[in-house]
């Protein structure tokens, strides 16, 4: 697997250099709204997927060769927190660079104390609940069967008192699900318990795990946001500054980058420094050659990786 992938454009992080440390598709939870697809292996057992020595070495690589780096950040494939080295890892980049640390994370395992233990040297810490019932958390998130809401919230509570650096909360709201005023009223109460510094709402605007899971008007957002509090922001789209990037191979690149989330081509063209041009003739050549395919969600083109079978 690839450790380290992009920069990509973060509606909220700028420039982002991702790094990946657990198989794809390997997390607590089987959210109906992923864009990276239904779960293939759902565990709360933390495994050593990939050592520190690997990965700090991926990122010193990255860092001499990518001018424009605004975050190193913990995302990708899965649930990073179930790697057990991540606190390892989150040291020794700190020991080579400046550039802050984030971690998004699920937040189901923060009820432990040594997952909050781990995370505890990032810069930011971006936990995500999108339902503070048992019954919106099953049906939205489809957790692992001895992950518990309140234990979850819980433990977000407890590190927001331990953790020292930025926390910023996000909520995806998904049509039907956990837009209804119950549903408000709990992730509200969880919100004030919590004490995060920003609050993030979101919806399904990328190409879902279910076909079922609907995007959330921008009225009602607004609605929603005036109840959970003003510490709430809506998440939209934004400019990205044009930036130059050393890339030895556009077409690896841009697969590096799809094959983790669903891009358009803006996204691309920006994240790497080049021209929609340059970027829909490689398009082209991958789509010919049956690794990507094109899908069209809320009036936009996504380009997604084609998988066998």
Request: charged letters at 30%; a positive charge; glycine letters at 8%.
């Amino acid at each position: 697997m690839s450790i380290i992938y992009g920069p990509v454009p973060s509606r909220r992080l700028g420039f982002s250099l991702g790094v990946d440390i657990v198989p794809f598709k390997t997390c607590t939870l089987d959210c109906i709204y992923c864009q990276l697809g239904r779960t293939t292996l759902r565990t709360v057992r933390r495994r050593e997927y990939i050592g520190k020595k690997d990965v700090l070495k991926e990122i010193r690589k990255c860092l001499r060769n990518h001018k424009f780096i605004d975050y190193i950040t913990f995302a990708g494939s899965g649930e990073p927190t179930l790697n057990p080295g991540i606190g390892g890892i989150i040291a020794g980049i700190k020991e080579m660079t400046d550039t802050p640390v984030a971690v998004l994370t699920n937040g189901t395992l923060l009820y432990r104390r040594d997952v909050r233990r781990d995370l505890l040297g990032a810069d930011l810490v971006v936990p995500s609940l999108d339902s503070a019932t048992v019954r919106g958390f099953g049906k939205i998130n489809r957790p692992y069967s001895s992950l518990d809401v309140g234990r979850i919230i819980d433990g977000i509570v407890k590190f927001r008192r331990e953790y020292k650096g930025k926390l910023w909360l996000e909520i995806m709201f998904v049509k039907g699900y956990n837009d209804t005023d119950a549903e408000i009223d709990g992730l509200r109460k969880a919100v004030k318990a919590i004490k995060p510094d920003r609050v993030h709402l979101n919806t399904v605007v990328r190409p879902p795990a279910e076909e079922f899971a609907g995007i959330v008007g921008k009225v009602r957002m607004k609605n929603i946001a005036k109840k959970i509090g003003k510490e709430c922001d809506i998440i939209c789209d934004v400019k990205w500054k044009n930036s130059e990037l050393f890339i030895d191979d556009l077409r690896e690149t841009m697969m590096d980058i799809i094959k983790r989330r669903p891009v358009t081509v803006r996204d691309l063209s920006l994240s790497l420094g080049v021209k929609k041009g340059e970027v829909v003739k490689n398009f082209l050549v991958l789509e010919k050659l049956g690794m990507i395919k094109v899908e069209k969600k809320n009036n936009k083109t996504f380009l997604k990786e084609k998988k066998n079978g």
